[in-house]
């Protein structure tokens, strides 16, 4: 199947997302095609990378001078220690805003890469090689960098556009299931957000969703794209329309936080428990339909995703869950912000509810 090319255009930045299969072999050539040019370029690699890839994409590189540096990329470690620690390699190496990063892992090794481009000089070439589900239909699209502080989640960051992505499928293939499953959530997310037909496509092809059977992976991976970038194109530092990509997220984050981001619950684990949260909070509100809600929840379980809350909280949690939702960076008032859902393909942005009404909820939520 040829690459097929997805063009991102923000009023900050243009630029391709080139979706395929062994495209890393020959990263300068795909590099060179979409009209980037540098001298020096630093590889900011997730320690889970194989050897052999690094290898390869080193000797793509070849005619570059390269430098690599390579960290564990987790939650505990998306913090600013890891920012410094890249741009002392940069201004020690004496890099120019002319020469370029080049991100290669998941969506945290894409945010920090991201975030540290954005700061050195003012901005520097960045280029962004997604190797997980989650990080090809979610983080690499849309700018939005940063890291965790001990206060939550993302709140230190910046907006910044890539100058290219290439989303090779064959690094999903090295993936196990749990992190298919983590990108997975997002992908379902932007269907109910946006196109009940993709959702259909999905549930009927879910099993070869998982299988990366072609052309049914590469088709969930493009139109999730797709209906991010029409969102990021339109809004993109999130003053309006994009806040509808936060469906779910609110409960996500502060479920995350609440367990200090460790390995008992992933991100995108979490996004899908908040977006089943969200899917039990607009049921209670009475804004989306039995049968619709219905269809999605079978859905979540047909697929074996993470839906029991009470698994990894209790009632005493409360509070420290509220807390965090409270401290999310979209409430700008003592009330709690949330996307709910009216339909599949129709979200609502800024519900604002009170501490106490969510806390009534959660306490059902944990009790039943």
């Given at each position: 199947?040829?690459?097929?090319?997805?063009?991102?255009?923000?009023?900050?930045?243009?630029?391709?997302?080139?979706i395929?299969?062994?495209?890393?072999?020959?990263?300068?050539?795909?590099?060179?095609?979409?009209?980037?040019?540098f001298?020096?370029?630093?590889?900011?690699?997730?320690?889970?990378?194989?050897?052999k890839?690094?290898?390869?994409?080193?000797?793509?590189?070849?005619?570059?001078?390269?430098?690599?540096?390579?960290?564990k990329?987790?939650?505990?470690?998306?913090?600013?220690?890891?920012?410094?620690?890249?741009?002392?390699?940069?201004?020690?190496?004496?890099?120019?805003?002319?020469?370029?990063?080049?991100?290669?892992?998941?969506?945290?090794?894409?945010?920090?890469?991201?975030?540290?481009?954005?700061?050195?000089?003012?901005g520097?070439k960045?280029?962004?090689?997604?190797?997980?589900?989650?990080?090809q239909?979610?983080?690499?699209?849309?700018?939005?960098?940063?890291?965790?502080?001990?206060?939550g989640?993302?709140?230190?960051?910046?907006?910044?556009?890539?100058n290219?992505?290439?989303?090779?499928?064959?690094?999903?293939?090295?993936?196990?299931?749990?992190e298919?499953i983590?990108?997975?959530?997002?992908?379902?997310?932007?269907?109910?957000?946006?196109?009940?037909?993709?959702?259909?496509f999905?549930?009927?092809?879910?099993?070869?969703?998982?299988?990366l059977s072609?052309?049914?992976?590469?088709?969930?991976?493009?139109?999730?794209?797709?209906?991010?970038k029409k969102?990021?194109?339109?809004?993109?530092?999130?003053n309006?329309?994009?806040?509808?990509?936060?469906?779910?997220?609110?409960?996500a984050?502060?479920?995350?936080?609440?367990l200090?981001?460790?390995?008992?619950?992933?991100?995108?684990?979490?996004v899908?428990?908040?977006?089943?949260?969200?899917?039990?909070?607009?049921?209670?509100?009475?804004?989306?339909?039995k049968?619709?809600?219905?269809?999605?929840?079978?859905?979540?379980?047909?697929?074996n995703?993470p839906?029991?809350l009470?698994?990894?909280?209790?009632?005493?949690?409360?509070?420290?869950?509220?807390?965090?939702?409270?401290?999310?960076?979209?409430?700008?008032?003592?009330?709690?912000?949330?996307?709910?859902?009216?339909?599949?393909?129709?979200?609502?942005?800024?519900?604002?509810?009170?501490?106490?009404?969510l806390?009534?909820?959660?306490k059902?939520?944990?009790?039943?």
């Amino acid at each position: 199947m040829k690459p097929i090319k997805l063009k991102i255009k923000t009023k900050s930045q243009n630029y391709p997302i080139i979706i395929g299969s062994n495209l890393i072999l020959n990263i300068s050539k795909v590099i060179k095609n979409n009209s980037i040019d540098f001298k020096n370029c630093l590889l900011i690699i997730d320690s889970k990378i194989s050897k052999k890839i690094i290898f390869n994409i080193k000797k793509s590189l070849n005619n570059k001078k390269v430098y690599l540096f390579s960290f564990k990329a987790n939650e505990k470690n998306k913090n600013l220690n890891y920012i410094n620690k890249i741009l002392d390699i940069l201004l020690k190496k004496n890099f120019s805003r002319d020469d370029c990063v080049i991100s290669i892992g998941g969506g945290i090794t894409g945010d920090i890469s991201g975030f540290a481009a954005s700061l050195f000089k003012r901005g520097i070439k960045f280029v962004n090689v997604p190797t997980t589900l989650l990080s090809q239909v979610d983080s690499s699209i849309g700018g939005k960098t940063g890291v965790n502080t001990k206060y939550g989640k993302n709140l230190i960051g910046s907006f910044y556009q890539p100058n290219l992505v290439i989303t090779d499928i064959q690094f999903l293939k090295t993936l196990p299931k749990r992190e298919l499953i983590c990108g997975y959530g997002e992908i379902l997310k932007h269907s109910l957000i946006a196109n009940k037909n993709f959702y259909i496509f999905l549930n009927k092809n879910i099993s070869k969703i998982f299988s990366l059977s072609s052309p049914f992976i590469e088709k969930a991976i493009y139109e999730s794209c797709k209906i991010k970038k029409k969102v990021v194109e339109n809004d993109e530092k999130e003053n309006g329309l994009r806040k509808i990509l936060n469906f779910g997220h609110t409960f996500a984050h502060a479920f995350e936080a609440s367990l200090g981001f460790s390995g008992r619950l992933n991100h995108g684990e979490a996004v899908i428990l908040g977006l089943k949260t969200a899917l039990n909070f607009s049921l209670k509100k009475n804004l989306i339909k039995k049968n619709e809600y219905n269809s999605i929840i079978k859905h979540i379980y047909n697929c074996n995703l993470p839906f029991n809350l009470k698994k990894f909280f209790k009632l005493k949690d409360i509070n420290k869950i509220l807390e965090f939702m409270l401290k999310d960076k979209k409430n700008n008032s003592n009330k709690i912000s949330l996307v709910l859902l009216k339909k599949i393909g129709s979200p609502i942005i800024d519900q604002k509810y009170t501490k106490e009404n969510l806390r009534s909820f959660l306490k059902s939520e944990l009790s039943n």
